[in-house]
């Protein structure tokens, strides 16, 4: 069987780069036999950095990329000589990808827009040079600063299809043929259950040049919210959808019945979905006579009024096109009423992400042997634990 080539879940392990040790160095040349210290700083540990782009629909490129390392700083050198900054690993993400912490199924971030950065893991700062911690009555230091230590996790990449339009229907309500009636998306059609395996984007041109983005997802069965058919993998694809259309045949028994099962499903996923606009589309209605059609509308009209439901029907037919101009219309008016705005994204450019509070390093330090403690004014440098001392050249 073919592999497919969507994949919207992968795991993977980061590390950021651990921050070079500060050089511990005496000057001592020629003419000048107390040069003083001069080690230099150690350089910054690379970050990783999750980057939203738009030219990825699928995880498929990080699916065998198993582990993700930034480079570590580079140790301070002799001169002042500040120490290499390690590589930024940038990770590149479908728009619309939701990152978990693998081990303890916390939410970490959310990558929503092109061209959004994240900075998961923070690569180490690097420690400072004796140069740094000169002074009148400390003239001749002998430590200098370790490094930042790196940071790992392991993550949870899951992607949640973006669409202002999202199909919800059984399998075989037509969702893929009105796709590609609409659309230049050419998803798999066939008269069997459970043809589309994996969801499909389409744009659909509107008037004015306008359009919107319609997303055909897979088939949902009685029982999808407990693991049945293709189960929960699909569902989690309509939360990011502004609009849900959901499509009955209109040779079905009970249409009405039918809706409140697809709605029950999505409640009991995630109750949050029932407070997206909602549109329900009778399709196949090229099987039906007029006659047959004004006499289901009528029955349509009154099953949802008993359940309580006040939305658009349009009954359509994909094959010859009828009421799909009727069905754009709708959409649109549905997707630009003033309850229904999408928010707009607010985050920086750049966010942070840090799972340990760093803001008590480098409060003190205490130089061995010696009973002075040195106050540093950089407050972002980790505490000194260990000082290593290194041979002091000629």
Request: glycine share 12%; charged share 25%.
């Amino acid at each position: 069987m073919a592999e497919s080539n969507f994949v919207d879940y992968v795991k993977i392990y980061c590390r950021s780069g651990k921050g070079g040790r500060g050089s511990m160095h005496l000057r001592h040349v020629k003419y000048q036999p107390n040069g003083g210290p001069d080690g230099g700083d150690g350089g910054k540990g690379g970050s990783i950095i999750l980057r939203g782009n738009h030219n990825y629909w699928t995880l498929l490129h990080l699916k065998y990329q198993r582990h993700v390392k930034a480079e570590h700083g580079g140790n301070g050198g002799r001169d002042k000589c500040h120490g290499t900054d390690g590589k930024n690993q940038y990770i590149d993400v479908p728009c619309g990808t939701v990152v978990y912490n693998a081990e303890t199924g916390k939410f970490v971030c959310d990558v929503l827009y092109d061209g959004q950065e994240v900075v998961l893991l923070k690569g180490g700062r690097g420690g400072l040079g004796n140069y740094q911690f000169r002074s009148a009555t400390n003239q001749a230091p002998r430590y200098a600063q370790p490094g930042e230590p790196m940071q790992e996790m392991t993550i949870i990449l899951e992607l949640k299809l973006l669409a202002d339009v999202g199909l919800v229907g059984f399998p075989n309500a037509g969702k893929s043929t009105l796709l590609s009636s609409l659309s230049s998306a050419r998803p798999k059609i066939a008269n069997y259950p459970f043809t589309t395996l994996e969801p499909s984007l389409g744009i659909v041109a509107y008037h004015d040049q306008k359009s919107f983005v319609m997303a055909d997802i897979p088939g949902i069965i009685e029982g999808a919210s407990e693991g049945k058919g293709l189960g929960l993998r699909f569902l989690r694809h309509i939360e990011r959808n502004s609009l849900l259309l959901f499509m009955v045949p209109g040779d079905t028994d009970n249409i009405c019945k039918e809706y409140g099962i697809l709605l029950n499903e999505l409640r009991n996923f995630n109750p949050e979905m029932l407070d997206k606009h909602r549109v329900l589309a009778v399709t196949k209605c090229d099987l039906l006579d007029e006659e047959l059609v004004d006499m289901i509308r009528q029955e349509v009209k009154d099953g949802l009024k008993e359940m309580g439901e006040d939305i658009p029907v349009v009954f359509i037919s994909s094959v010859t096109n009828k009421g799909l101009d009727e069905l754009k219309d709708v959409l649109w008016t549905e997707l630009n009423s003033e309850s229904n705005k999408l928010q707009e994204i607010t985050a920086e450019d750049t966010l942070v992400h840090r799972d340990k509070d760093m803001s008590t390093f480098g409060k003190e330090l205490q130089a061995e042997g010696e009973d002075e403690i040195l106050f540093v004014d950089d407050d972002e440098i980790e505490e000194l634990e260990d000082y290593e001392i290194e041979d002091v050249e000629e």
